[in-house]
């Protein structure tokens, strides 16, 4: 009963901390954007602008929405809650990671709850009554299943590899140059997970919609873009923990946070069926090369 509690505890405190983190990287994000497009980013709220991310959630939290409830509205609100629940799943393993260890099974763990995203993508884009955020939950859908058939081939081969499917507890030197040439095409595949530059397709220019948030606010729109921010920190950190140990790790740990901010300010959206030749015809053929190396 005790170790329940403490779990529980643990994994609530661990949540708050994320979402902190969270709040501070949406903030470091402006800040990147503005001096990469040479202007200031914000300044006013606060010390040098600290405190814009919480007066932007209280901004959001007061804000009111009639609800006219139908069979797709109780969808999109099961969709916002399931991304919640696989966000505090995700802290869970975060948590787990730093108290004792990871289990024999969390890289699966992962694999399982990032598998479920697509889901809770599509019912909130259809439970919007509008067709280009459905439009965009699909192509946001399309690219969780890529990063997935990219995840499980990367997962699965590599915990053979290693004899362990723990975070962290496969890292060794003797695959030092295989590592070298996955990184790079890891790093584009989580782009792809985490709807973002060059591959962000939740948004299109032709819609001029915002993706399959459009027709939501207040807290649930609050949820949608903390949840998608919490997301992109776990696949950083479970890109840090993969691909190294020690020192090493925080270094990767900030530069994968670096190059989602810097991939954003600087790539430009990629057409989607040029998207889907470098994803399967590419990529994956790639990946699955680079672990044939590996062995």
Known sequence: MFMVAYSLVGVVLSF????VFVAFFILSERKVLSYM???KG???VGFIGLFQSFADLIKLIIKTKINYFQFRSVLGLIGTYLIIILSILLCFLYFDFFNCGSGDLSILCFLVITSLSGYSLLMVGWGSYN???LFGSLRSSFGSVTFEACLMCFVIVF???WGSYCFGGG???TLFFSYLFLYPLWLLATLCESNRTPFDYAESESDLVSGFNTEYCN???TCLFACEYLIIYII???SASVFSNGLIWWFLLFGNIFFFLWARATLPRVRFDYFIGLMWSVMLPLFAFGLVLAF
């Open 16 to 19: 708050i901390f994320v979402m």
């Open 37 to 39: 497009q040479i202007r």
């Open 42 to 44: 914000p300044n006013k």
């Open 131 to 133: 067709k280009y955020s």
């Open 159 to 161: 915990g053979i590899v």
């Open 171 to 173: 890292f060794e030197s």
């Open 219 to 221: 807290v649930y729109f």
């Open 236 to 238: 950083c950190w479970f």
